[in-house]
């Protein structure tokens, strides 16, 4: 029995204006051969929970460099939660410090990924978070 093609939201909450990781991180997923929708920028944490609600994201993906990580991820999952979407994971990357991903990961995110991440790690995370393993995707 085939799986289904997980659905992965990338997103630029904020008023970042680089994208370029973003952008990486969505052409790695597709290569890895899930269905990636990017928002593009400077996402209000509405528009990200509205998109993940209407492409029936199965995990929410955000790349913020600004530094407005914080309020920005608090206010996305104070959404999910109202949308009851407590299932589908979160995961960060971007410049985010060290003393935040405790934090961060007790409000509930999944998933903090820094710059220069290995982009297989953030793959096989995603296969995991989403319920697959990569063997199981590629049959």
Request: hydrophobic fraction near 45%.
């Amino acid at each position: 029995m085939e799986q289904p093609t997980p659905r992965i939201l990338i997103a630029k909450p904020g008023l970042d204006g680089h994208d370029r990781g973003a952008k990486v991180v969505a052409r790695a997923l597709r290569d890895a051969g899930m269905e990636v929708i990017y928002t593009g920028l400077r996402q209000t944490p509405e528009m990200v929970v509205e998109a993940a609600l209407q492409e029936d994201a199965d995990a929410i993906g955000l790349s913020i460099l600004s530094g407005a990580h914080m309020p920005l991820v608090k206010r996305i999952l104070e959404l999910m939660h109202e949308q009851e979407m407590q299932d589908v994971p979160l995961f960060l990357g971007g410049i985010i410090p060290n003393e935040d991903v405790p934090v961060l990961r007790e409000l509930g995110v999944t998933g903090i990924f820094g710059p220069g991440a290995n982009m297989n790690e953030i793959i096989e995370f995603i296969w995991q978070a989403v319920g697959q393993n990569s063997a199981g995707a590629a049959a």
